[in-house]
């Protein structure tokens, strides 16, 4: 009987559990060619039931669930007279997330453009999520931008956001 | 217990769209009347007493509606939830700090709009996801830069809430959109300020469009509680 109440009472408790983060980089990120880059997140904003890396690449999810993740990235000529496009995607494990991948161009009259792509994905615990980019060039990345001015915020080059949509634990 | 399960697993409206779930629901359901009835010979009420019972219906009441992610466990006075857009052409000031205004209010619950339709305050303390859209224009055909927005916190900007779009002549309209989670307290306020290089660069709105199309807003802003 004891069992039951416990088993129960663990549900519940391990139910209410909730599971969010937010980070971010302020930095200027290039991909690397062909196989491209991880992007790194050198910043938290928020951070529950969820780990950053070592390498701060990619987050490491402590509770299984579906979850609602959006990327924002500010893809950026790097370099005067470039004009091409950069893609980005979501990797589970390492591996591309079908359709999860945005593609934007930049030219030399418009050098920085603003990609976001929100995404409904099941993760386990111990699942690794990250953002992948690559590009037609080494000067076209990912730009950060130093508070614009006084009454403004820094524009991060990227924030990763990411939170349990199913509140409650699937059994 | 005699009114706790069958109650809930009656009002749900999600049991559809969890059909497993409710499989599973509806299995512990064949379980409850044997508990309901006190059958002494009966499943695991052979182990259990009165009070017991108690205890057992109360985490099955409680269990049961997170197993089919029944959101009718959540009071009404914690939800909060708000959208709000605005069909109005704004142009930024180049001298002083300025905050984009949404005149159409779609659905507000747990939040209050100022007068000047700029703030939005909080009633509910949580962690909130934001989602805006910023439709950026230039109003000049030979004018090019690009337009800043980011969001406040009590009058201060929300460390990496910015975010930068350029347009141009071969590009005279952008759509900025973020996502972004903020933890808020009762009486915070939330606005969305703007910055542009140009006078003639700002957020525009398209109206009375052909073919039934929905009217183009030039910022639409949607918060709600996660957690």
């Not at chain 1, 990912?142 to 990227?158: H, L």
């Not at chain 2, 905050?99 to 000047?116: Q, R």
Request: glycine residues 6%.
């Amino acid at each position: 009987m004891r069992f039951i109440f416990f088993l129960l009472l663990t549900i519940q408790l391990s139910a209410l559990e909730e599971a969010y983060a937010q980070v971010y980089s302020i930095s200027a990120q290039r991909p690397e060619k062909i196989v491209g880059s991880l992007l790194i997140s050198e910043e938290i904003s928020l951070m529950k039931n969820f780990e950053l890396s070592p390498t701060k690449d990619y987050l490491i999810c402590k509770k299984k669930g579906i979850y609602f993740v959006a990327c924002s990235i500010q893809p950026a000529a790097l370099n005067l007279g470039i004009n091409g496009h950069l893609g980005a995607w979501f990797e589970l494990n390492k591996k591309p997330i079908e359709a999860s991948t945005s593609r934007i161009y930049v030219t030399e009259g418009s050098p920085i453009a603003l990609i976001t792509i929100p995404f409904i994905i099941k993760l386990n615990e111990g699942d690794t999520f990250g953002t992948r980019i690559s590009s037609t060039g080494y000067d076209i990345g990912i730009t950060y931008i130093n508070a614009p001015s006084n009454n403004e915020a820094d524009v991060p080059s990227y924030v990763l956001t990411i939170y349990k949509v199913n509140r409650y634990e699937e059994i | 217990m005699q009114n706790g399960i069958p109650r809930v697993i009656q009002k749900s409206r999600n049991f559809e769209i969890c059909a497993q779930d409710f499989n599973q629901a509806l299995a512990n359901a064949e379980a409850i009347p044997v508990i309901h009835r006190g059958n002494a010979n009966t499943g695991i009420s052979r182990f259990l007493n009165h009070k017991q019972y108690k205890y057992l219906s109360l985490l099955f009441a409680c269990t049961i509606p997170s197993l089919l992610h029944c959101d009718e466990t959540v009071p009404q006075d914690q939800v909060a939830y708000v959208e709000i857009s605005s069909e109005k052409t704004q142009i930024p000031n180049p001298n002083e700090k300025s905050l984009i205004y949404a005149e159409n209010v779609s659905l507000l619950k747990n939040f209050e709009i100022s007068k000047d339709r700029t703030s939005l305050t909080c009633k509910v303390d949580g962690i909130y996801l934001i989602g805006s859209g910023t439709q950026v224009g230039i109003l000049n055909p030979r004018v090019s830069g690009y337009i800043d927005s980011w969001f406040e916190l009590n009058g201060a900007p929300i460390p990496a809430s910015n975010s930068r779009q350029y347009i141009s002549q071969s590009a005279e309209v952008a759509l900025m959109t973020n996502a972004f989670l903020i933890e808020l307290k009762v009486g915070d306020v939330i606005r969305t300020g703007f910055s542009a290089s140009g006078p003639d660069i700002g957020i525009v709105a398209f109206t009375n469009l052909p073919n039934n199309e929905p009217d183009i807003v030039s910022f639409g802003i949607s918060l709600f509680k996660i957690y």
